[in-house]
Structure formats: C-alpha cells, structure tokens
C-alpha cells in the first residue's frame, strides 16, 4: 500500500469519526462538551472522553458510538401479546389435562407481573 492509499484511509476513518455524533443535537452535544473541557481546564482536571479526545475508555469505544449511530432507525420486533379476552378466552376452554401447568404459568405471570425468564 503506497502513502497516498493510506492518506485516503485516514480521510475517510476522520470523516467517519467526525460523522458518529446525531446531527439533529450534534450542536448541543457540542455545547456541552466544550462546557466541560472548560470546566476541567479551570479546576485541572483530565477528562476519559471517546470521540473528542481519542482516549480509551473501553475496550472499543469509537467501534461502540459508530453501531450506535448505524443502528437509528433499528425497529425491534414486538412480541405479540395476548388480550384480556384470549387469555379469558384460554383459561376457560384449553384442556386442564393438557395445558394445565401453561395456565398455572400464565395466571402467576400475570399476577406476579413476571416476564418471559421469571416464569420459565
């Protein structure tokens, strides 16, 4: 790889870099973050901080702001949930013998207010 591809790499990793913050705050966070340099200026203190500063805090901190900043937009899937009506519906006509201890299971969860992990 001669000097000038490598030029371009670190161009492009700075406009990466430069890009990781929202833009739509990008101003504010900017505000706030000059407020606190020169807050520790005035009382000498060292600041951790990862995009301004390029200091590690964490094993991968500028890897961790860009899959943060990829990730707007990302929509978790729901998982469906059961009407008062179905679980009504349910509780009443599934078969004891069969779906005993799933009834068991749903009752205390929803008594409980316990999540998936907490009844199984």
Not at 26 to 33: E, G, P, V
Not at 56 to 64: A, E
Not at 80 to 103: M, Q, V, Y
Request: glycine share 4%; aromatic share 8%.
């Amino acid at each position: 790889m001669n000097n000038c591809e490598s030029e371009e790499i670190v161009e492009a990793a700075n406009i990466a870099i430069s890009n990781l913050l929202p833009t739509k705050s990008r101003s504010l966070y900017d505000i706030a973050y000059n407020r606190f340099k020169k807050w520790c200026a005035e009382k000498n203190v060292q600041s951790c901080l990862i995009i301004y500063d390029n200091i590690d805090i964490s094993k991968f901190p500028k890897l961790i702001a860009f899959l943060k900043r990829t990730g707007d937009g990302y929509q978790a899937k729901k998982s469906k949930i059961l009407t008062k009506s179905e679980i009504d519906r349910f509780l009443s006509s599934a078969d004891d013998k069969e779906f005993l201890t799933i009834k068991v299971g749903l009752i205390l969860g929803i008594a409980g207010a316990c999540r998936t992990d907490d009844v199984i």
